[in-house]
């Protein structure tokens, strides 16, 4: 997922800190006024192939025939006019337009899009109006080294025949 992506005016956003995430349902990103979830599902893929239901408190959103990739409560209520999804060579983007009355009330960034979903840390986000860009950069490095240590070390337990559910009892 791209992090350097700005929409509208400017942004004075860190390129290491990560105000989205990912997994392998769908990509999220955020900024101060608005999110926008991404997910490609491949060419030929056209609106008529998709579900989306997007509520000012509530979102629906997959493939049809497939399981939903998200459905369920947002994190805040959202502004339902500015909010859309468009699809482009098989890439759906959803952009959900933030309540302003939230950000006034201090609340910018949404840690997830719904409960379960992929998820940000709100308190990095916020870390960075007083980092320095070096002494985040080497925060977002050691925290991707630690994600692919962690990634490597499940994939060597399942090919080692063992479910990461087992092992995590097991400790």
């Not at 408190?57 to 999804?85: A, N, V």
Request: with cysteine; aromatic share 8%; proline share 4%.
């Amino acid at each position: 997922m791209s992090r350097a992506k700005v929409i509208g005016n400017k942004s004075n956003r860190s390129r290491y800190v990560e105000y989205g995430a990912d997994d392998e349902r769908y990509s999220w990103d955020q900024w101060e006024d608005h999110l926008v979830v991404t997910k490609k599902f491949g060419e030929g893929t056209r609106g008529r192939d998709i579900v989306c239901e997007i509520k000012k408190d509530y979102i629906k959103f997959g493939k049809k025939g497939q399981e939903l990739l998200i459905d369920g409560p947002l994190y805040q209520q959202i502004i339902l006019d500015e909010s859309t999804w468009v699809i482009q060579e098989g890439t759906v983007e959803i952009t959900l337009k933030k309540s302003p009355s939230k950000v006034k009330e201090g609340q910018i960034w949404w840690p997830h899009i719904v409960p379960g979903g992929p998820e940000t840390n709100v308190k990095d986000i916020e870390a960075q109006k007083f980092l320095d860009d070096s002494i985040l950069e080497k925060i977002y490095k050691q925290k991707k080294a630690q994600r692919e240590e962690a990634k490597a070390e499940r994939a060597k337990k399942l090919a080692e025949g063992a479910s990461p559910a087992t092992e995590e009892t097991k400790e």
